[in-house]
């Protein structure tokens, strides 16, 4: 059913209001969330009480389903405050939603989404083994990486490829997918204590293990977006799709946050050898105009992108494989568009932006860890290039 412009305009207001509320903590525990390799647990609950983590679940399971576009202007108010508090906040939103409307009715829907709504973590890509025993359970094993905020989870998702007790892939006749996820409570999963990066410290995304842990068919779920059970219209897209906004927004509240902090020390600070303040250069103002105009331009581009793609979906219309390339192409060029106005900003940050607590440094470090996601990849260009041209899309993202 489609949102009326009234109903869109109340829930765009809302949600970036709830995200706003939340930045003076953020901001306070950016530090702390760093330094402990994790988000801080005040982050953690402002962020929760605030209904962020069940921002893009079904409404059916106590979520909101948010509209994708004002996802992406949430997670950019987030990140504007601080990157790795909006990357989590987006995990944590997008985790539940896919668990939720993939989970089937039944005892493994009712134990995750019985109660208070779930934390949950884990990683898309099918990194484990999951072996098919004759009862119709399956045995994990395996390691999987960059599963964000999982150190305050009650459940992790997790994808892996299925496997015969042979170890041979299931035959055609045996019913079985190539690959499923399964939701594994945290006490069953060993997390290593990995996250030792560049950027978006805060994060906590590390690696975690699975040793013969046996997963019963109501917590399994289905892999690539097919098969939804419950939510709205955009939860019929692929997965990669679905999880577009997240991205986006992140991408975008990072270049917010530079353009933001050259307008404040930075910008009225005067460089060693130079007569005026940095903003009173008219070499910065025109560089500073183009970045203000090329961040402004990916953020029209995204929220149009999406904008249209769920009135494809409000009314009943398929997105195209055409058409869903052009989404996750979107995505990979905003980014790409807001790691140099990324750039450009630390840049002009001069010789305070070298040392390791500068704010230009770190919003620096974090879209470009940010930047090496497996979403954000040439492949996408590629995809949308071929369609473009006439011509068969080759595999991949």
């Not at 898309?124 to 999987?144: C, K, V």
Request: some cysteine; charged content about 20%; proline content about 5%.
């Amino acid at each position: 059913m489609s949102r009326t412009s009234v109903e869109r305009q109340r829930e765009r207001s809302e949600w970036i209001e709830r995200a706003e509320s939340v930045g003076p903590t953020l901001e306070a525990f950016a530090a702390a969330s760093a330094k402990g390799k994790t988000l801080a647990p005040e982050s953690v609950t402002a962020l929760e009480d605030a209904g962020l983590f069940s921002m893009a679940s079904p409404l059916e399971v106590g979520g909101f389903d948010v509209h994708p576009a004002t996802q992406v202007e949430a997670f950019e108010q987030l990140a504007s405050v601080d990157v790795s508090s909006g990357w989590v906040a987006m995990i944590q939103a997008e985790s539940p939603a896919l668990a939720a409307s993939h989970l089937p009715d039944g005892s493994g829907l009712d134990t995750v989404f019985g109660g208070q709504f779930p934390r949950v973590a884990g990683t898309a890509n099918p990194e484990g083994i999951a072996t098919a025993l004759p009862d119709g359970s399956f045995r994990l094993n395996g390691r999987w990486s960059f599963a964000s905020g999982i150190r305050h989870c009650g459940w992790v998702l997790a994808n892996a490829i299925v496997r015969m007790e042979d170890g041979s892939r299931p035959a055609p006749d045996a019913e079985l997918p190539p690959v499923v996820g399964s939701l594994v409570p945290l006490e069953q999963v060993e997390v290593e204590d990995s996250w030792n990066v560049m950027g978006l410290e805060g994060t906590g995304s590390c690696h975690y293990q699975l040793h013969d842990v046996i997963v019963e068919r109501p917590f399994m779920t289905s892999f690539g977006g097919v098969h939804s059970y419950r939510g709205g219209p955009w939860f019929a897209n692929p997965t990669i799709t679905f999880l577009s906004p997240g991205h986006t927004g992140i991408a975008l509240g990072s270049a917010m946050r530079a353009l933001d902090l050259l307008t404040g020390d930075v910008g009225n600070r005067t460089r060693f050898g130079q007569a005026s303040a940095v903003a009173d250069r008219g070499a910065f103002q025109r560089d500073y105009g183009e970045m203000s105009c090329r961040y402004e331009a990916a953020r029209a581009y995204a929220l149009s992108t999406l904008d249209d793609a769920m009135a494809q979906r409000e009314a009943g219309e398929p997105i195209t494989p055409d058409y869903d390339a052009r989404i996750r192409a979107m995505v990979t060029w905003v980014t790409d568009t807001c790691v140099d106005v990324v750039r450009f900003a630390h840049h002009h940050g001069g010789g305070a932006a070298a040392f390791a607590d500068s704010p230009l440094q770190q919003v620096l470090r974090d879209i470009l860890v940010a930047s090496q996601h497996i979403f954000v990849a040439d492949v996408a260009y590629e995809r949308t290039g071929a369609f473009r041209l006439g011509r068969e899309a080759k595999g991949g993202f």
